[in-house]
């Protein structure tokens, strides 16, 4: 299973970005799927996450009402739709599938290479 991120980049803060996260094969639809993401001297944190029964989803605290996580199982890919961005959402984002569903996000069995947000003030 690969998963392949894109979208990231620079963004001035208030702005919005789309990352997308192609999958190899049609795992989105089998499991919870969902986005990560760390910055320097920190561990992984879950942004989101899509349950795979009702395509019920779960957000951390700190983006609930900031970002979405719409999937599209026709073309096996998955997005975090991003808005209102600040300073302090700049971190490497990484795409995640299979694993555990949690309660509360999921414990990944497949990562993504990551892509870059920079928001700068």
């Known amino acids: 299973v690969q998963l392949v991120e894109s979208g990231g980049g620079s963004v001035q803060a208030g702005g919005s970005l789309r990352l997308s996260c192609a999958a190899s094969?049609?795992?989105?639809?089998?499991?919870?799927t969902g986005w990560f993401r760390q910055t320097p001297g920190k561990e992984r944190e879950g942004v989101a996450v899509?349950?795979?029964?009702?395509?019920?989803?779960w957000y951390a605290d700190s983006v609930k009402g900031q970002f979405t996580i719409p999937q599209d199982n026709a073309k096996n890919t998955l997005y975090l739709q991003m808005g209102s961005l600040r300073p302090e959402d700049t971190a490497m984002y990484y795409c995640?599938?299979?694993?555990?569903?949690?309660?509360?996000?999921?414990?990944?069995?497949?990562w993504g290479q990551g892509t870059q947000v920079t928001v700068s003030s």
């Open positions: 995640a599938a299979g694993g555990l569903c949690l309660v509360r996000g999921m414990s990944p069995k497949y």
């Open positions: 094969v049609a795992i989105l639809s089998r499991g919870c």
């Open positions: 899509i349950y795979p029964v009702g395509g019920t989803t």
